[in-house]
C-alpha cells in the first residue's frame, strides 16, 4: 500500500517533457541493452570460429614445411622454417618431437611467459612420404581476441550512449518547439479564461492537434463571452423583478401570518371543543356506569329491607307476648331462628352491596383521575364487567373474559378500562345491533415486555370502505341516532398517546369484528403526571 502511494506520489510529479524523455531513454536504453550482449556473442563465436580455423591451418602448415629438416635432422633449419608461423603474434609455443623416440626436435616458448592465456593447443604428425616422423604442437594464446571483444564492447557502448545522447538532445530540440511552448502558451490562455479575461481571442496557426486544441478554447471562450453576456442581461432583468417581488413577498409573508394566526385559533378551538368532547364521553359512560350501580344495588338492599321488616314484625310480636305473660319456650326458639336466619340475608346482602360500592368506587376514581398505579389485569377488568352487567342483562349478548391472572401492568387503568368501555359499547351498538344473540370476547396474552389484548365479536362486522377511517374523530355510522364519534377516536389517542401501545383491526362481513390492542407493561411517561390524558 506505501509503495503504491509512493508510486501515485511520484508519478504525479513527472511533467510531460521528463515523461517523454524517460520514455525515449528507456525505449533506446533496454533494446540496447539486449541487442549489444547478443552481438557481442556474434562476435565472440565468429572470432573464435576463425581463430580455430587459423589454428588448424597454421598447425598443418607447419607439419609441411618441418618434413624435410625434420627428416635430414636439421634443427636449425626447422627454426628457421617455424619463425613464419610464429611470427602471427597469436602463437604463443612451438613444439616439435621425433616418432618413434618421442624426443624434443625444436621448441620455441618465448612468447609464451609474458601472454596471459589462456591457451589453446592442436597437434599434427609430420610425414616424409607415408612414413610418421615427428609431431608438431601448436599453442595459441587468446589475449589478442579478448582484446578485440573488449575492443568491440566499448565501441558498440560508447555507440549507444551517444545515439542516447544525441537522440534526447534532439527529441528536446523538438518538444520545447512543437509542445512545451504550444502547451504554455495554451496553459496561460486557459488561466486566462479561468479568470474571465475574454476579451483577447485565443490563436495558434498549427493544424496538428494542440492546434485543433486551441480551436476548441477559442470556442469555448466565444461561448463563455456569449453566457456571460446573457447572464448580465439576466441579471439586469432579475434586478428589475427584485423590486417588485419583495412588495409580493412581503404582502404574501403578511397574508400567511394572518393566516395561520386564524388557523392557530381555530385549532384551538377544535382541540378544546374535542377534549371537552372526550370528558363527556368519559361522563356519559361514567353516568351509565352509575345507573348500572344503581340497578344492581337495588335487589340487595331491597332484600335487607324486607328482611329488616321482617325481622322488625317478630321482635315487637315477641315484645307483645313477653308484656302480656303469656310468652312460651317454643315461641323464644322461633324468635331465635328467625333472627339468626334474618341476620345472615343482611349480612349477605350488605356484602354484596359493598362490594358492588367498593367496585364502583375504583373504577369511578380510575375513569375521573386517570391516576398510574400498579394493577392485575383480570382484577381490573372483571371490576368493569361487574359494572357494565347491569346494561348487558337487557341485551341477548354475553362477554367472556380469557385472561391470565399473571399480568400485572404499571400503567393507567382508568384510560385502560375506558377503552374496553368503548370497545363494549362500540360492539353492542354497531357489531351486534339488531341480532338475537352475540358474544363479546376479551382475551391476553404476555409478549416479552408488552401484552397483547384482543377484543372480538362475531356481529356483522365493518365494510371495506369505511374501515380506514372508524379512528377518525367524529365518523359515526349512526350520526343523529345518539353516535358521536368518538369513542374509537378517543379510543385510539388513549393507547398511542398515553399507555404508549398500538391498536389494530381487522373485520370480515358477516363473521365479526377483531381489535387487537399491543401495550409495554411500563406505560411510558412520568410516573408523577397528574392526567396524562389531559396532557397528551
Not at 618431437?97 to 597437434?123: A, C, E, W, Y
Not at 378551538?269 to 361514567?286: H, I, K
Request: aromatic residues 6%; glycine residues 6%.
Amino acid at each position: 500500500m506505501q509503495f503504491r502511494q509512493f508510486l501515485y506520489a511520484l508519478r504525479s510529479r513527472i511533467t510531460l517533457r521528463l515523461a517523454i524523455i524517460l520514455a525515449v531513454v528507456f525505449g533506446l536504453f533496454f533494446p540496447a541493452a539486449l541487442l549489444i550482449p547478443y552481438h557481442l556473442r556474434t562476435i565472440e563465436v565468429g572470432a573464435r570460429i576463425k581463430v580455430a580455423a587459423d589454428h588448424q591451418r597454421l598447425t598443418e602448415i607447419l607439419s609441411v614445411i618441418l618434413s624435410e629438416p625434420l627428416w635430414q635432422i636439421t634443427p636449425e633449419i626447422a627454426n628457421i622454417s617455424s619463425e613464419v608461423v610464429y611470427s602471427d603474434p597469436r602463437v604463443a609455443k612451438i613444439e616439435v618431437i621425433t616418432l618413434p623416440d618421442r624426443k624434443s626436435f625444436i621448441t620455441n616458448d618465448v612468447r609464451m611467459h609474458s601472454q596471459t592465456g589462456p591457451f589453446t593447443s592442436l597437434s599434427r604428425e609430420i610425414k616424409h612420404g607415408e612414413q610418421a616422423i615427428g609431431e608438431v604442437k601448436l599453442t595459441l594464446a587468446e589475449d589478442l581476441l579478448r582484446e578485440d571483444l573488449e575492443a568491440d564492447f566499448r565501441r558498440y557502448v560508447s555507440t549507444g550512449v551517444l545515439s542516447l545522447l544525441l537522440a534526447v538532445a534532439f527529441i528536446l530540440m523538438v518538444l520545447q518547439w512543437r509542445m512545451v511552448q504550444p502547451i504554455r502558451r495554451l496553459m496561460s490562455e486557459s488561466a486566462r479564461l479561468a479568470n474571465g479575461q475574454l476579451s483577447e481571442p485565443i490563436a495558434l496557426n498549427r493544424g496538428d492537434e494542440l492546434g485543433q486544441l486551441a480551436l476548441s478554447l477559442e470556442a469555448t471562450r466565444q461561448a463563455l463571452q456569449r453566457s456571460f453576456q446573457e447572464l448580465e442581461v439576466k441579471n439586469q432583468q432579475l434586478l428589475e423583478y427584485s423590486g417588485g417581488l419583495e412588495s409580493k413577498v412581503k404582502r404574501r409573508t403578511q397574508e400567511l401570518e394572518d393566516a395561520n394566526i386564524s388557523l392557530e385559533s381555530a385549532l384551538n378551538n377544535v382541540n378544546s371543543v374535542q377534549n371537552e368532547l372526550a370528558r363527556v364521553e368519559r361522563m356519559a359512560a361514567l353516568g351509565s356506569m352509575v345507573a348500572g350501580v344503581a340497578h344492581e344495588l337495588n335487589t340487595p338492599l331491597g332484600n335487607c329491607l324486607l328482611v329488616c321488616s321482617t325481622l322488625e314484625d317478630e321482635t315487637r310480636h315477641l315484645v307483645r307476648l313477653m308484656n302480656e305473660g303469656g310468652m312460651r319456650r317454643s315461641d323464644l326458639t322461633k324468635y331465635t331462628e328467625t333472627a339468626t336466619e334474618s341476620t345472615k340475608l343482611l349480612l349477605r346482602g350488605l356484602q354484596q352491596s359493598a362490594r358492588l360500592v367498593g367496585d364502583f368506587k375504583q373504577v369511578a376514581v380510575d375513569q375521573s383521575s386517570a391516576q398510574r398505579r400498579h394493577f392485575n389485569l383480570l382484577v381490573m377488568l372483571q371490576e368493569l364487567v361487574a359494572l357494565l352487567a347491569s346494561s348487558l342483562r337487557k341485551t341477548p349478548f354475553i362477554l367472556e373474559l380469557n385472561i391470565p391472572d399473571n399480568i400485572t401492568l404499571d400503567s393507567y387503568p382508568g384510560p385502560l378500562g375506558q377503552v374496553f368501555t368503548n370497545l363494549v359499547n362500540n360492539s353492542v351498538a354497531h357489531g351486534l345491533d339488531g341480532l338475537d344473540s352475540g358474544h363479546m370476547r376479551c382475551n391476553a396474552e404476555l409478549q416479552d415486555d408488552h401484552v397483547l389484548i384482543t377484543f372480538e365479536d362475531d356481529g356483522s362486522g365493518i365494510p371495506p370502505d369505511i374501515i380506514k377511517r372508524i379512528f377518525e374523530p367524529f365518523f359515526t355510522t349512526k350520526f343523529g341516532q345518539g353516535g358521536s364519534g368518538l369513542g374509537l377516536s378517543i379510543t385510539f389517542n388513549i393507547i398511542t398517546n398515553v399507555l404508549g401501545g398500538e391498536i389494530k383491526v381487522s373485520s370480515v362481513i358477516g363473521q365479526g369484528s377483531r381489535f387487537e390492542i399491543r401495550i409495554p407493561l411500563v406505560a411510558p411517561g412520568n410516573p408523577e403526571s397528574a392526567n396524562p390524558l389531559l396532557n397528551n
